[in-house]
């Protein structure tokens, strides 16, 4: 229901910034691309931080652009992306076991960028309802990982820069969560907290778009 509401949402925003009365050109198109995903984990009051192995996984979607000149636009996106992480641990026993956790999401960036030249870039939230969490160990089958809750709504913040010619784009772009995935407290061997644990996802993209303009 909720990535039912995300995607009326989607369409509904679309809409009405196609009702604008703008002097530049209106783009649609479709996008793909390879993520690069990490899993940051911040410990406080130290300010320690870790950040998990890269997952690699496909991502592909919809965007819509829209000028309110020649020169800056509004662009929203409609996107599946898969998150997570992936590492390798020694055993007590000597030996390596892998574990893979994946974060499927769809996410709705919303990027105020400018135009310079060829070049390209863009900034703003992302607002990711991810509808699954699964890990497995080695050649497992993925389950549900009882260390993250699902679904859930995360905010993100992106930044883009990217090439364009005529309608295809190459874009490279850093994302990173403003809220946690998971949080937990920290106690010390009396049972008191000592701290809390929050993990973020961080993203990076690289993806190839083709745009048809009106």
């Given at each position: 229901m909720k990535t039912l509401q995300t995607l009326v949402s989607f369409s509904f925003f679309c809409f009405i910034f196609?009702?604008?009365?703008?002097?530049?050109?209106?783009?649609y198109g479709f996008k793909i691309g390879r993520t690069k995903a990490q899993v940051l984990e911040t410990f406080s009051p130290d300010g320690f931080k870790t950040r998990s192995g890269d997952r690699k996984p496909i991502h592909f979607g919809w965007l819509f652009r829209t000028?309110?000149?020649e020169r800056f636009y509004i662009q929203p996106e409609l996107l599946y992306l898969e998150k997570g992480s992936h590492g390798v641990s020694k055993l007590p026993s000597g030996e390596y076991q892998?574990?893979?956790?994946?974060?499927?999401?769809?996410?709705?960036?919303?990027?105020?960028?400018?135009?310079?030249?060829?070049?390209q870039l863009a900034a703003g939230p992302e607002f990711e309802h991810i509808f699954k969490m699964t890990s497995k160990l080695d050649?497992?089958?993925?389950?549900?990982?009882?260390?993250?809750?699902?679904?859930?709504?995360?905010?993100?913040v992106s930044a883009e820069a990217a090439v364009q010619w005529?309608?295809?784009q190459l874009s490279l772009r850093l994302s990173r969560g403003l809220t946690p995935?998971?949080?937990?407290?920290?106690?010390?061997?009396?049972?008191?907290?000592?701290?809390k644990?929050?993990?973020?996802?961080?993203?990076?993209?690289i993806a190839l778009a083709y745009m048809l303009f009106n």
């Open positions: 196609s009702l604008l009365p703008l002097r530049a050109q209106t783009a000028h309110f000149n892998e574990t893979t956790r994946r974060f499927q999401s769809i996410n709705v960036p919303v990027l105020l960028g400018a135009k310079l030249g060829f070049i050649d497992d089958d993925y389950r549900n990982d009882p260390n993250f809750n699902a679904p859930q709504w995360n905010i993100n005529k309608g295809l995935i998971a949080k937990r407290q920290l106690l010390d061997s009396n049972g008191q907290e000592e701290g644990l929050r993990k973020y996802n961080i993203a990076r993209q």
